[in-house]
């Protein structure tokens, strides 16, 4: 009996312990289940509500021909489509670069209309020909077409829609928009109706810079370049500075363009092969290998010498300005290779300045070239005492008028008395 008893206590706990498993294991089976399709649904749901940042909003105030994204609505792609040209195509990263861009996407005909069928064209560089668009809002536009069949250029393509997503100054050109169809690659980019630097200064579209577009243009490169090396995170080197790669506004401000090959900061120690423009290029990085953001100094340094001396690194620049180092008696002699049509004696200080901060980036040990902070500063100097000398000029100029004008006064008070005294005779005749 009492046998019996125990096989019955036994079973019964035995059952027990079984449901109690069975239990707890469908009790983690649902949880498991409810959980995965929460994260599912979250996942999908982050991807449709992503906030769009859209590029020229709040960048470029000072742009005549940025575009306003609420203004564009025709032939703007909804940026959060699903079946658009690469997902078609089941490319991933192109897909990826589309929505983390957050810049707006045109088609081909829109392009196509808004340039006339590609008929005025603004110029032509590596990447392909650069075309004046007309967009349905009447914004002016700069549509570069990447040459068919450049895998390089694709690739910067890709670098520059991504990179500039992300970068906003006004002193960097802004990219309002690409087009990725039939087959073809596009960036639009606000319209810089002065054109190139490098065209301003010997090009096709030659003008006369005074001494103080100059300066002006010197200082926004600067700070372009001071954003991209100590604003942007993490910060950015250009890589290609050059003055074809400064562009100006309709108010002659400069801004820095072209980021195709550019790269974030990072060394990895590999052997990248060389990038960058002949007649720009740090001799440091050219032996080493090594680029870093003293290697765009180097590049501005040779900038600032086309902005003086109005020589092109590509004629010799460099062989101009070793000379003039030498100078006579230990100091550099600037004034033999300035711009002739900048020798204005009361600049000259001013420009011997600037050529000293350029010369000082051109230094052969990279660590012993200034930093882009330390160059904006040192111009900025050159330009806040050019103000307080011209507006110690024209308080000196207006004494000079006040002094004037009463010796004016003096004068014809005298000659009116020699007149009244000239007249009084015959008055009396
Ligand atoms: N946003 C723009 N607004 C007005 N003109 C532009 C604009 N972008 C480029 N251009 C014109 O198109 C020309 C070619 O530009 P692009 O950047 O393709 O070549 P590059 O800078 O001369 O050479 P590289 O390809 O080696 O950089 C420029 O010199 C300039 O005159
Ligand atoms: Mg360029």
Redesign the pocket.
Known sequence: MANQTNIIIIGVSVGVAVGILVASCAFIAIRFYRKRSHVQNRSVESASTLPIRVNGIDASIDSS?SIAVSEIGHGLHDIGKKNHYWGRRGNPSKDLLHSLSGIPRYVYKDIQKATQNFTT??????????Y?AIMPTSAV??V?VLANNSKQGEKEFQTEVLLLSRLHHRNL?NLVGYCVDKGQHMLI????????L??LLY?D?TRNLSWEQRLQIALDVSHGIEYLHDGAVPPVVHR?L?S??I?LDKSMRAKV??F??SKEEVYDGRNSGLKG?YGYMDPDYMSTNNYTKKSDIYSFGIILFELLTSINPQQGLMDYINLAAIGGEGKADWDEIIDSKLSCMSNIEEIRQLADIAHRCLHKIPRKRPSIADVTHAISRIGRRRLNRDETLSIAGSINALGFLKRLERQQVELSHLTSIKESPAAVV
């Open positions: 021909a064209i603004l110029g032509e560089g590596s990447f392909g020909p650069v004046k536009v700069a570069k050109v980019y606000e319209f810089m109706s002065n054109g190139s490098a065209s090009g579209n290609d050059k074809a790669n562009l363009a072209d195709g090959l423009t």
